[in-house]
């Protein structure tokens, strides 16, 4: 990195929330490839990061695509164009199409999906080059986009600054869908790491991510959390659990092939375990979801469906527990909800590994089982199940208190931007 850490951190993040320390607005674009209306945490959180960034009185632009995330479908009023330019919120928001492939498990499809959108995204770059912004702020993955960006740097002159969300090419071997041998993966670490070269700084979503990167000599500026909202996601309650009264689960999130949700249900019965699991979500693996219930109905579990954000955090405090899984352990891989659970006083049963079972053990609340071990899983909501109000609210309690410490979104907003007036600073 060319950037001087000093002086990027020698201002508190109070004091950079002082307009009169920057003579102008800071011009800055969010790159990214999915964005509200679409459904999960990453346009929820760029939707939330814009608007925080607007009350600070920066200029604030986004960049992304037409909608169509996560059910891989675009909707009317956005079909058939190329180019798209909308006000949201107060933000404008420069929309591009793209090949909608998230649904599809072929690699040629998804490469497609990757590139339409770095592609019709060069409708954009006149734009970008009379707008002249201060710093490009880029989610990755996908990679195709900040190539894109990275390769007419010197043009846009601004800092590019990438969101490193995921560990791509790693994530995809761990997940099973490529092998880290071979050409295409050798190829892909290569793009990986010249890109990492290239920007300006990296700021990595989770330890897990920034750990790996050192291992490999990158030097990772800052951690930037997805976070929560903890004055939008609230504690609850605890009621009385009786034999009348299942104990209620709950999942809310993109249904896809790295969650593994749909392979949770076709392996564990909850009737017979004495609860309930309530999915709230939308994405890849909806379909296959409503396939089996509709085949197996008696299995105590209920597909509601896709809510808001805010309906999401009204409905969180109406359960006993929340259920979060992976598919596999993912390197680097910190699932959202974990956040709004914890900042909802929810107890979790998490299946899945990494720095999300690091923190739910660290702060005692809830119960990790590997991701292949359902045997374990089954134990655990059973035992967790027979606990009193008493024991899930202490549980309950424990994430509240993480979460306000250590998570809460507008703290990673306001760390995000005392970095980038740091990096304008650099810039002059």
């Not at 960049?63 to 404008?92: C, D, H, S």
């Not at 740097?153 to 590019?160: A, D, N, S």
């Not at 998570?407 to 007036?421: I, P, V």
Request: charged share 25%.
């Amino acid at each position: 990195m060319k950037l001087n850490k000093a002086k990027l951190y020698s201002t508190s993040s109070a004091s950079c929330l002082n307009n009169d320390k920057v003579k102008r607005a800071l011009k800055i674009e969010i790159i990214t490839h999915s964005y509200p209306p679409d459904f999960g945490a990453a346009p929820l959180l760029f939707e939330d990061l814009a608007d925080f960034l607007l009350q600070q009185g920066c200029d604030v632009e986004v960049l992304t695509a037409m909608p169509y995330y996560p059910i891989g479908v675009i909707p009317e009023g956005y079909r058939k164009q190329l180019f798209v330019r909308e006000e949201r919120k107060g933000v404008t928001v420069r929309r591009h199409w793209l090949y909608p492939s998230n649904l599809s498990s072929k690699r040629s499809k998804r490469f497609a999906g990757m590139i339409s959108m770095s592609l019709t995204m060069l409708r954009s770059l006149p734009h970008l080059l009379r707008r002249n912004p201060d710093i490009l702020f880029i989610q990755t993955p996908p990679m195709m986009t900040p190539l894109l960006f990275l390769l007419c740097k010197r043009l846009i002159r601004g800092k590019v600054i990438l969101n490193i969300s995921d560990l791509w090419p790693e994530a995809i071997v761990d997940l099973g869908l490529m092998q880290d041998k071979g050409w295409v993966y050798h190829n892909l670490k290569k793009l990986q790491s010249w890109m990492y070269r290239r920007a300006d700084a990296l700021v990595a979503q989770s330890n897990g991510i920034k750990q790996h990167l050192e291992k490999e000599g990158r030097s990772i500026d800052l951690i930037y959390r997805v976070g929560v909202d903890t004055r939008l996601f609230q504690p609850k309650e605890y009621r009385d659990i009786t034999e009348n009264k299942p104990f209620r689960l709950v999942y809310t999130g993109v249904l896809n092939v790295a969650h593994g949700i749909v392979s949770l249900c076709q392996q564990i019965n909850f009737k017979s375990l004495g609860a309930e699991l309530h999915i709230y979500g939308d994405g890849a693996k909806s379909k296959e979801l409503k396939e089996f219930l509709k085949e197996n109905p008696d299995r105590g579990i209920v597909l509601h469906e896709v809510v808001s954000l805010k309906a999401i955090a009204e409905l969180l405090p109406t359960y006993d527990a929340a259920l979060i899984s992976q598919r596999r352990v993912i390197r680097g891989t910190l699932p959202a909800k974990v956040y709004e659970s914890m900042a909802a006083g929810l107890p979790i049963v998490f299946s899945g590994g990494g720095e999300a079972a690091d923190i739910i053990e660290e702060h005692q609340c809830g119960y990790v089982s590997h991701p292949q071990n359902i045997e374990q899983l089954k134990e655990h909501i059973q035992e967790l199940a027979q606990q009193g109000p008493e024991a899930l609210a202490e549980m309950g309690q424990n994430g509240r208190v993480a979460a306000l410490e250590h998570y809460d979104r507008r703290g990673q907003h306001k760390q995000l931007y005392a970095f980038f007036e740091g990096v304008f600073r650099e810039k002059k």
